[in-house]
T-cell receptor
Framework: ETGVTQSPTHLIKTRGQQVTLRCSSQ?????VSWYQQALGQGPQFIFQ???????GRGNFPPRFSGLQFPNYSSELNVNALELDDSALYLC???FGRGARNTEAFFGQGTRLTVV | DAKTTQPNSMESNEEEPVHLPCNHS???????IHWYRQLPSQGPEYVIH???SNVNNRMASLAIAEDRKSSTLILHRATLRDAAVYYC??????????FGAGTRLTVKP
């Protein structure tokens, strides 16, 4: 186990609703990244937070937003859910700004189904 | 953005070495090369990463071409537990990791 926990593990929402996913990062880590993984594909980068500020964003619309708290846990919020938002959402924690030269630890993910 | 290209699938026999190739011909000078693997119903797991020099750790070795346009992940003795999807990833200045479709490794007993 990596020490990165995500909740809930599974979630079913209706199109147009809003959802909040949570991530508790590994102890000592101050960077959290979020990824979306559609079935059969590799994870796609959504955004990254470093010490409570957004520190990079992928090609996702503004209805995908996030927060990082002083204890470095994080939330991913998605508004106006669409059917294509159905995916596994992964959170990864690491240490340091510009965490490209370090190891990231992933959680087990939250499986979101939009109906 | 630079992309990676990997074979869709590879097979190996147990206890034999495995060489997983990755092409990244448009890599930029500051991109790090990472390898992660993902078992079914789990999040990706870090394997190894490097910039220019070859790297070794307890899990694997990473061989990076001199021009950095390709790399190879080497598992020295494959076990059944190494069966997974292996992702070759470039990590750029804006801190994202760009995953491709990965290589599904099957290990035969």
């Amino acid at each position: 186990e990596t020490g990165v926990t995500q909740s809930p593990t599974h979630l079913i929402k209706t199109r147009g609703q809003q959802v909040t996913l949570r991530c508790s990062s590994q102890s000592g880590h101050n960077t959290v990244s979020w990824y979306q993984q559609a079935l059969g594909q590799g994870p796609q980068f959504i955004f990254q937070y470093y010490r409570e500020e957004e520190n990079g964003r992928g090609n996702f619309p503004p209805r995908f937003s996030g927060l990082q708290f002083p204890n470095y846990s994080s939330e991913l919020n998605v508004n106006a859910l669409e059917l294509d938002d159905s995916a596994l959402y992964l959170c990864a924690s690491s240490f340091g700004r510009g965490a490209r030269n370090t190891e990231a630890f992933f959680g087990q993910g939250t499986r979101l189904t939009v109906v | 953005d630079a992309k990676t290209t990997q074979p869709n699938s590879m097979e190996s026999n147990e206890e034999e070495p495995v060489h997983l190739p990755c092409n990244h011909s448009t890599i930029s000078g500051t991109d790090y090369i990472h390898w992660y693997r993902q078992l079914p119903s789990q999040g990706p797991e870090y394997v190894i990463h490097g910039l220019t020099s070859n790297v070794n750790n307890r899990m694997a070795s990473l061989a990076i071409a001199e021009d950095r346009k390709s790399s190879t992940l080497i598992l020295h003795r494959a076990t059944l537990r190494d069966a997974a999807v292996y992702y070759c990833i470039l990590s750029s200045y804006n801190n994202d990791m760009r995953f491709g479709a990965g290589t599904r490794l099957t290990v035969k007993p």
